[in-house]
């Protein structure tokens, strides 16, 4: 058994007799574990090398989300952000995907998306994965957008070699024009924030919840369009959603430029194998 799940456990205040620990899988990032004791099921994430804030911020987010009392999120019963020791205790969600279950995904997202706040973006840095997210709060959905999120990835890019020559003059280009498409003045909804089709999973019944979380406000097709980017979501999701909050044409203008920057992201973290789907785009809005 790994050494901190007891001292996790401890932290949550839980100490009956542990009945299970079980490795499982968890992502690509963490290590995870089932954890069975007399009083509850619990899952369990540790990084040996988890940033500062890891699971603090995917704590917070899942709050945020859950509060908005339109869509499940695991609850995080505690967590420890300390170097070489970082761990999230989560309760233990077990369920199966039912035939209506992507229809109800897509209700309830529409209903999260629905909620409001009055700002953009988010009062902390966050992550991506393991990659930084600088963030601040603006009235302003375009200047947020092309300052923290496409132009966070830009300096990210030039500063470890992967924005470099042509694309680098190409994505420069983009952000000086990046008006001529992406609103100013937009509702700044609740967004999961990293939402592929491994981000949410089935609980009892059927229930959708939504894990992983890099929580911010904006606008709500930026959520969508990367839903899109990778797959996992079923044609009843969207028409559920497009039935509970209605997509305008506006939505296949910015939907490349909303997976522009997920598609950085990847090529920040992985390297060249994104970089052909960064210049596609880039090439179709400016080249």
């Known amino acids: 058994m790994h050494p901190l799940i007891q001292t996790a456990l401890d932290k949550t205040g839980d100490t009956t007799t542990i009945q299970s620990a079980t490795s499982v899988q968890g992502g690509s ?18 990084h040996e090398a988890a940033p500062e ?18 869509i499940n999120a695991p609850l995080a019963f505690t967590y420890q952000d300390k170097p070489g020791e970082s761990f999230l205790v989560l309760e233990w969600i077990e369920g199966r995907e039912t035939k209506g279950t992507q229809a109800v995904l897509g ?5 999260l998306h629905s909620t409001s706040a009055e700002q953009h973006g988010f009062h902390d840095n966050t992550y991506i994965g393991l990659l930084d997210q600088p963030n601040d709060l603006y009235d302003n ?9 496409l132009g966070g990835q830009l300096d990210y890019g030039i500063h470890h070699g992967t924005i470099t020559g042509h694309r680098r003059d190409l994505l420069e280009k983009l952000l000086t024009r990046l008006e001529t498409w992406i609103p100013e003045n937009v509702t700044p909804s609740p967004l999961h924030g ?27 097709y930026f959520e969508l369009a990367f839903t899109e980017l990778f797959g996992g979501f079923s044609k009843s999701f969207y028409d ?29 973290i992985f390297g060249e194998m994104y970089g052909a789907r960064v210049d596609e785009v880039l090439e179709r809005y400016v080249g």
């Open 53 to 70: 804030r890891f699971f603090e911020l995917e704590a917070k987010g899942l709050e945020l989300i859950r509060n908005t009392g339109t």
């Open 107 to 111: 209700e309830k997202l529409a209903a």
């Open 141 to 149: 959905w375009l200047s947020y957008y092309r300052d923290k999120r």
């Open 240 to 268: 559920a959603y497009a039935a509970n909050a209605p997509i305008s044409s506006d939505y296949e203008t910015v939907k490349p430029l909303y997976q522009l920057y997920y598609l950085l992201v990847h090529l920040n």
């Open 29 to 46: 990032i963490n290590e995870s574990f089932r954890v069975e004791t007399e009083a509850s099921v619990y899952f369990i994430k540790y």
């Open 194 to 220: 990293d939402l592929w089709g491994g981000n949410w999973l089935a609980g009892p019944g059927g229930e959708p919840y939504l894990i992983d979380p890099s929580f911010l406000y904006g606008d709500r």
